[in-house]
C-alpha cells in the first residue's frame, strides 16, 4: 500500500476548484450542489470541424517530441471529438458571487451533511488510514470531497481529451489547456487509466476530488496498491490520498484546526481584521476575543481573523486554512471546507448570525418563501434560503399566474402573500 509520491511542486495549477473558478460561473468557489442531469446535452458530443482537426494534426508532432507514443495518441483521439459546448461554458460565465451565508448553506446542508455522515461511514477504514499515513484529519479530506463532487455522485462525464483539446484549440486559455491535454496524455501513456474512463468536468477536472491533470501528476498516490492511481474508481481512496498528500505536501501542521468561529469585543479596530494579518493567540485573548462559548482561544499558533460578510460570523484562520487555500483560494470555498469538516465530526452549526440581505430578508424568511411557492404548486426546490435559478423561475412562474409583474425577485411582499 506504499503510494508513488511525485515530488513536490507547489506552483502547479490546483484542481478546477482553484484554476478555473469561472467553471461555477464566477462564483467564488465550486460547489456541486444536486443530481447530475440524466439527458446528454447535444453539444458536449462531438461534432465535426475541420479547425479541430488541422489542431489535432499539429499537436500530435508536438506531443511525440514530448515523449508521447503514437500508440498512446491514436487511443486517446480515436473517440475523441470537438466538443462546442465546452466552449460556450467557457465563454458564456455569468459574474455573480455569492455570499457567505449562501455558500455555507450550499457546503453543509442537511442532504450534504446526511450524503457525508454516510459516506464516512462507509469509507471509515480507508479515511482512518489515510489520516495515518499522511497526518491530515479524515473529516477534512471527506469535506472536501463532498465540496468537489458531492462524494462522487459528480464528477463529471465529459471526456477529458476531447474538452482540453477543444479548449486548447479554441486558443482563449490555449497553453493552460494544451498543458492539461499533455498531461492526460501522460497519464493515460504511464496506464493509470484508459480514455474512456477518463473523464470530468467541461474543463477537465477529473475524479473524486476534481484534479486538472497537472494537479494529478504532481499529487496523486496509488493508495491502494493496485499500480494504478485511480481517482475515478468506485473506491474514492486513492483520491481522497490523493487530496490529503496534497495537503501534507503543502505543509499541513498535525494537531492544528483550519480554523474556528470566533465572538469579536465591541470596538475591536477593524484595521486588525484580514487575511495574511496575523497576531499571537494571547494578543487576541488579550482583545476580548473569544470563543461562541465565551471561552479564552486556544493556542494553535499565530492566526488572523477574517469577517468575510460584512455583519456576519468572525472566523480565526490558523496556519492550515492557507494549506486549504492552496486547493481553492477562495475565502468561502476554504470556510466551506473547514465548517463542513467540523459537522461531519459532530461539530455544532454556526453560532453567529448573518444580517437579512437587500430585500430584508433572513435565511428563515427565504426558507419560508420557498416553502410557500412549494404549497402553492410552484416547484422552488429544497427550502434551503438560497435564491438560486429554480427559485426565482418559481417566483415568475407564481407571480405570471397571479397576474403579479413578472420580476423573479424575492420580496417581503411576497413571503407575505404565501405564508
Known amino acids: 500500500m506504499s503510494p508513488i509520491r511525485t515530488p513536490s511542486r507547489r506552483t502547479v495549477t490546483l484542481g478546477l476548484a482553484a484554476a478555473l473558478l469561472s467553471a461555477c460561473g464566477g462564483r467564488p468557489a465550486r460547489l456541486a450542489a444536486g443530481p447530475a442531469d440524466t439527458a446528454p446535452d447535444p453539444a458536449l458530443l462531438p461534432?465535426?470541424?475541420?479547425?479541430?482537426?488541422?489542431?489535432?494534426?499539429?499537436?500530435?508532432?508536438?506531443?511525440?517530441?514530448?515523449?508521447?507514443?503514437?500508440?498512446?495518441?491514436?487511443?486517446?483521439?480515436?473517440?475523441?471529438?470537438?466538443?462546442?459546448?465546452?466552449?460556450?461554458?467557457?465563454?458564456?460565465?455569468?459574474?455573480?458571487?455569492r455570499t457567505l451565508e449562501d455558500y455555507l448553506a450550499i457546503a453543509a446542508s442537511d442532504e450534504r451533511l446526511a450524503l457525508g455522515r454516510a459516506a464516512f461511514a462507509r469509507h471509515r477504514g480507508a479515511l482512518s488510514a489515510i489520516?495515518?499515513?499522511?497526518?491530515?484529519?479524515?473529516?477534512?479530506?471527506?469535506?472536501?470531497?463532498?465540496?468537489?463532487?458531492?462524494?462522487?455522485?459528480?464528477?463529471?462525464?465529459?471526456?477529458?481529451?476531447?474538452?482540453?483539446?477543444?479548449?486548447?484549440?479554441e486558443g482563449r486559455r490555449g497553453a493552460f489547456f494544451e498543458a492539461q491535454l499533455m498531461a492526460a496524455l501522460r497519464i493515460l501513456q504511464s496506464g493509470d487509466t484508459v480514455p474512456s474512463n477518463m473523464t470530468g468536468s467541461w474543463a477537465g477536472?477529473?475524479?473524486?476530488?476534481?484534479f486538472i491533470p497537472t494537479t494529478y501528476e504532481a499529487f496523486a498516490v496509488d493508495f491502494t496498491g493496485d499500480g494504478r492511481r485511480d481517482i475515478w474508481s468506485d473506491d474514492p481512496s486513492d483520491a481522497l490520498a490523493s487530496t490529503a498528500n496534497h495537503f501534507?505536501?503543502?505543509?499541513?501542521?498535525?494537531?492544528?484546526?483550519?480554523?474556528?468561529?470566533?465572538v469579536l469585543p465591541a470596538g475591536l479596530d477593524a484595521g486588525l481584521l484580514g487575511r495574511g494579518k496575523t497576531r499571537a493567540i494571547s494578543d487576541w485573548n488579550a482583545r476580548g476575543v473569544r470563543?461562541?462559548?465565551?471561552?479564552?482561544?486556544?493556542?494553535y499558533g499565530s492566526a488572523?481573523?477574517?469577517?468575510?460578510?460584512?455583519?456576519?460570523?468572525?472566523?480565526?484562520?490558523?496556519?492550515?486554512?492557507?494549506?486549504?487555500?492552496?486547493?481553492?483560494?477562495?475565502?468561502?470555498?476554504?470556510?466551506?471546507?473547514?465548517h463542513l469538516s467540523d459537522r461531519l465530526a459532530g461539530g455544532p452549526p454556526l453560532s453567529g448570525s448573518f444580517p437579512p440581505d437587500a430585500a430584508g430578508l433572513t435565511i428563515a424568511d427565504?426558507?419560508?418563501?420557498?416553502?410557500?411557492?412549494?404549497?402553492?404548486?410552484?416547484?422552488?426546490?429544497?427550502?434551503?434560503?438560497?435564491?438560486?435559478?429554480?427559485?426565482?423561475?418559481?417566483?415568475?412562474?407564481?407571480?405570471?399566474?397571479?397576474?403579479?409583474?413578472?420580476?423573479?425577485?424575492?420580496?417581503?411582499?411576497?413571503?407575505?402573500?404565501?405564508?
Do not use: C
Open 205 to 210: 477536472a477529473m475524479g473524486h476530488t476534481q
Open 248 to 262: 501534507a505536501d503543502h505543509g499541513w501542521r498535525q494537531g492544528q484546526p483550519w480554523g474556528m468561529e470566533v
Open 131 to 169: 489520516e495515518a499515513r499522511y497526518g491530515v484529519p479524515a473529516h477534512v479530506v471527506a469535506a472536501v470531497w463532498g465540496l468537489e463532487s458531492r462524494y462522487g455522485t459528480r464528477m463529471g462525464d465529459i471526456p477529458v481529451v476531447s474538452a482540453t483539446s477543444t479548449l486548447a484549440y
Open 366 to 419: 427565504r426558507k419560508a418563501l420557498q416553502a410557500g411557492l412549494n404549497r402553492a404548486g410552484f416547484d422552488a426546490g429544497t427550502p434551503d434560503g438560497v435564491i438560486g435559478s429554480g427559485t426565482r423561475a418559481a417566483i415568475e412562474a407564481y407571480q405570471s399566474a397571479n397576474g403579479l409583474p413578472v420580476t423573479g425577485t424575492a420580496s417581503r411582499e411576497l413571503l407575505g402573500r404565501l405564508r
Open 304 to 338: 488572523a481573523i477574517l469577517v468575510p460578510q460584512a455583519g456576519g460570523p468572525a472566523f480565526m484562520a490558523f496556519r492550515n486554512f492557507e494549506v486549504i487555500a492552496r486547493y481553492n483560494n477562495a475565502v468561502s470555498y476554504v470556510i466551506g471546507v473547514g
Open 291 to 299: 470563543t461562541p462559548a465565551g471561552q479564552p482561544i486556544p493556542d
Open 47 to 97: 461534432q465535426p470541424n475541420p479547425g479541430w482537426d488541422a489542431w489535432v494534426a499539429a499537436f500530435r508532432g508536438r506531443a511525440a517530441a514530448r515523449g508521447i507514443s503514437a500508440a498512446t495518441l491514436d487511443t486517446a483521439f480515436a473517440d475523441a471529438g470537438f466538443l462546442p459546448g465546452v466552449i460556450e461554458r467557457d465563454r458564456n460565465q455569468t459574474e455573480f458571487t
